[in-house]
């Protein structure tokens, strides 16, 4: 996303403004200071989160009580809602009330445009950003940076981020020497939702040696497609990588469940969830340590430095506040 410098007074409102070139070549008039965003869709506030806490306007969803040391300032924004797939949208009384700078959106949300038309009567400026690919991390912390001036703090997590990414990519030679891991990705309590060829939430899962054992399609951007136990059953699958706590307790007494492959040799993995979920819901950057997740538990003899030595360095980087607080204890 290229920043155009061009500084002018704004003639009503009395304050200076500047140009934008967002990432869809939108030419957007945003003010010269920007400060606080409101991030349209869990993922990119998210990266807001990551970014800078405390710029964050207003949330798409509350926080949990054991996320509050990691969102900082966050934690008490007001919950404006968002865009998020099924009928969600934001509550636009209390995003106005919030007073951002500027919003921002995935250019490729459903209905794009007449979104855009609809945050536009608020008189705020709307950018849309890429947010298709986890490497598109990188051109956001970029954006944030220029947009707030803050580059110093984009660099940190620009870093962190392509060197996540490089090596990833240096594994896939050697992944792609090993069997593919067929693969179940199962959502809800019942273990009967997943997702199917072409979802951006099985991102990880192509970068780990994985391969989705469903043969299914797609039927929105949001993903979570309801499956019959009898196509599970078909696929029989050689791991079960699962979101939900309670279906992983219970798998061994399902009568439907635990006579796959994957239940029977203990081949059941549980996403981590703290402070946010490793895979998706939302997808975020907290992928760069899913990916690796997911690579240990299929291959474990690749990643030469554990995980929990990785998570310490990831949350060292992406939570400041969590750090700071630990410091002054």
Sequence with gaps: MRVLFLTFALLVLGLEARIITDDYGRDVEVPESVTKIYAASPPL????????????????????????????????????????????????????????DVIIMWGRMSGAEKIVY?????????????????KDLISQFRFYGELTGNTKRADELIEYTQETLSLIDSLQDKLAQKKPVRCYFSQGVDGLFSECRGSFHLEPFDYSGAKNALDCEMSSNYGMEKISMESVVMADPDVIVAMEPLFVESIKQNPHF???????????????????????????????MGIRWLIHSFYPDLLEVSLEAEKQRFEKV???????EKENR
């Design 45 to 100: 506030t998210m990266s807001l989160l990551a970014f800078d806490p405390s710029v964050i306007a207003a949330i798409n969803f509350p926080w949990s009580a054991k996320q509050k040391a990691y969102v900082g300032e966050a934690y008490d924004k007001p919950v404006a809602g968002g865009f998020f797939g099924q009928g969600q949208r934001p509550n636009f009384e209390i995003l106005a009330e919030s007073k951002p």
């Design 118 to 134: 609809k945050l536009a009567k608020l008189g705020i400026p709307v950018l849309m950003v890429r947010n298709d690919s986890i």
């Design 258 to 288: 635990k006579h796959l492959r994957a239940v029977r040799k203990d081949k059941v993995y549980l996403v981590p969830s703290e402070p946010f979920n490793y895979i998706t819901r939302p997808p975020s950057f907290m992928r760069l």
């Design 318 to 324: 992406f939570f400041k506040d969590l750090n700071q």
